[in-house]
């Protein structure tokens, strides 16, 4: 399963790449799991944003580290924005994944 992730991960996908962190992570290679954080966030993967948070808030990353990564993380979520998605993020029905059934 690892060999997919890895390839996966080079093949430029964000989730794979947090789920290799995930397992860096596990297994105590605090380091090697901090930069498949980092590069999944600078991706626009928000769960690896929150993981670079708890490795700075834990001092295992640095406040530059954590301002970059942060930065490239804005950049990457701002540059899927258009006005088609903010208007079916408003329109009846739209945008479901993010809002709740009732």
């Known amino acids: 399963e690892t060999h997919h992730l890895e390839e996966a991960a080079i093949g430029g996908?964000?989730?794979a790449?947090?789920?290799?962190?995930?397992?860096?992570?596990n297994n105590g290679h605090t380091e090697?799991?901090?930069?498949?954080?980092?590069?999944?966030?600078?991706n626009?993967?928000?769960?690896?944003m929150t993981m670079v948070r708890?490795?700075?808030e834990s001092g295992v990353v640095s406040k530059e580290e954590f301002a970059m990564a942060?930065?490239?993380h804005q950049a990457a979520v701002d540059s899927t924005?258009?006005?088609?998605?903010?208007?079916?993020?408003?329109?009846?029905?739209?945008g479901l994944i993010n809002k709740r059934v009732r």
């Not at 626009?44 to 690896?48: D, H, L, P, Q, W």
């Open 44 to 48: 626009g993967e928000i769960k690896s």
């Open 81 to 94: 924005k258009s006005p088609q998605r903010d208007e079916w993020d408003r329109s009846p029905g739209g």
């Open 17 to 25: 790449r947090y789920n290799l962190g995930i397992g860096e992570w």
């Open 70 to 72: 942060l930065r490239a």
């Open 32 to 42: 090697r799991a901090v930069k498949h954080f980092i590069i999944a966030a600078s």
């Open 13 to 15: 996908h964000p989730k």
């Open 54 to 56: 708890k490795g700075y």
